[in-house]
């Protein structure tokens, strides 16, 4: 029988500090010269020294830094990485082709029916659905086959003392020695991504040490062996505290009536599905959608692709990763891994998405058009769909909100 516990990493969670583990009382801190890292990179050797001063003073033993920094060394692969991300300019289409290929699903399947016994142990004990949790790990490491070779510590190491965001990988940092001196894993096994994302559903530290579990009851909560239990029991863990609905859809592919105020397909506009139904939307077979919960609408590709009625779990699988394009990723998987057959709606796939340029372009466009997007960021959020919305309605074009190069042309 699984034994599904969760472990603290440390007696006290330290109010206001985000780190589990006891922090003590400011004082001097001894720095033993012999167990200094010496690398290559004078400057990160700088900063490994005052980072054990630091780490020390938030309850990591100096054994526990002096055994996860051995034989550590300033990684320019990391940082090559992080400077050089390519833009993410994939259409939605492109990416679930990927992510929803016919490849994905079988393996899916076949992982699904590998671990029924505990997948089914699981979803019963945390009341996520078991498809769900699969087409996780399926996107996060094809099914455990792609977990990241890098040696966390390190690449954290590097990308804190010399990367665009060091606070926050100093933070994860910090959490990732907390793992290791709660005995979880050891330095040599602590491996992942080059940002630090680890095991077979890829979880920062600091998320280990809120959600992650012991599942199969050896006393540590080890996401990166080949058995998949803790790893796969952590993230129904995780899906649960934010509030998943064992039974409930993510989203459901609807139908659009002509004569649709696109208008009302936003976030904030939530009904129930009967409601949808009383002006036309309903599911692909023309029936209203059961009333779950109160849905909102979602026109990923505006009104030229498909269309979603998309209910409270859809925000859950926001929590794992924010992108409208992994959580449909996620959510078509897990449904095509039950059973369920792939999208109805064609997309446009003779459009493309707008690249970080073309972006800020737009909305510089509407702003001087008069239709001001309260920032020029090239992030396309809800302040850009709003202007986006009210340029349309007064151009007489169909109010979806979507930023499109078409648009773009238009403004030009």
Known sequence: ????????????????????????????????????????????????????????RQGILEATFDAAFDGITYNTTVIDRDRNQSEFTKSLWDYLDTAVSDARVRNGRRALADNM???????????????????????????????????????????????????????????????????????????????????????MPTSFLEYAVDGNGDGRRDIWADDPTDALASTANYLRSFGWVQGQPWGIEVQIPQGFDYATAQRGNEKLPSEWATIGVVDMAGRAVPDHEAASILLPAGAMGAAFMIFP???????????????????????RIAGGGPIETTWPRDDRVLNG???????????????????????????????????????????DGYASLRLLNRLR
């Open 1 to 56: 029988m699984l034994n599904f516990r969760v472990l603290l990493a440390g007696a006290i969670c330290a109010a206001g500090s985000g780190f589990a583990g006891p922090i003590p009382q400011d004082g001097p801190v001894h720095i033993s010269p012999i167990t200094q890292v010496q690398t290559a990179n004078q400057g990160f050797n700088a900063w490994i020294f005052g980072f054990r001063n630091r780490a020390t």
């Open 117 to 203: 016994q505990l997948l089914n142990r699981i979803e019963q004990t945390f009341g996520v659905d078991k498809e769900v949790v699969v087409a996780i790990w399926g996107l996060e490491s094809a099914y455990g086959a792609v977990r990241g070779s890098t040696n966390v510590i390190g690449a954290m190491a590097t990308l804190a003392y010399d990367g665009r965001r060091g606070a926050f990988f100093e933070q994860q940092l910090i959490a990732a020695l907390q793992i290791l001196q709660a005995g979880d894993t050891a330095p040599r096994n602590m491996t992942g991504s080059w940002a630090g994302a680890m095991g077979h559903t890829q979880f």
């Open 313 to 335: 779990n859809f925000e859950v699988i926001e929590r794992y990763n924010t992108a409208d394009a992994y959580v449909i990723g996620v959510g078509i998987l897990s449904d």
């Open 357 to 399: 340029a073309e972006r800020v372009e737009l909305q510089e466009r509407l702003t001087a058009a008069g239709f001001d997007t309260l920032g020029i960021d090239g992030r396309i959020g809800p302040l850009t769909i709003n202007a986006i919305r009210t340029y349309q309605l007064a151009s007489d074009i169909i109010p």
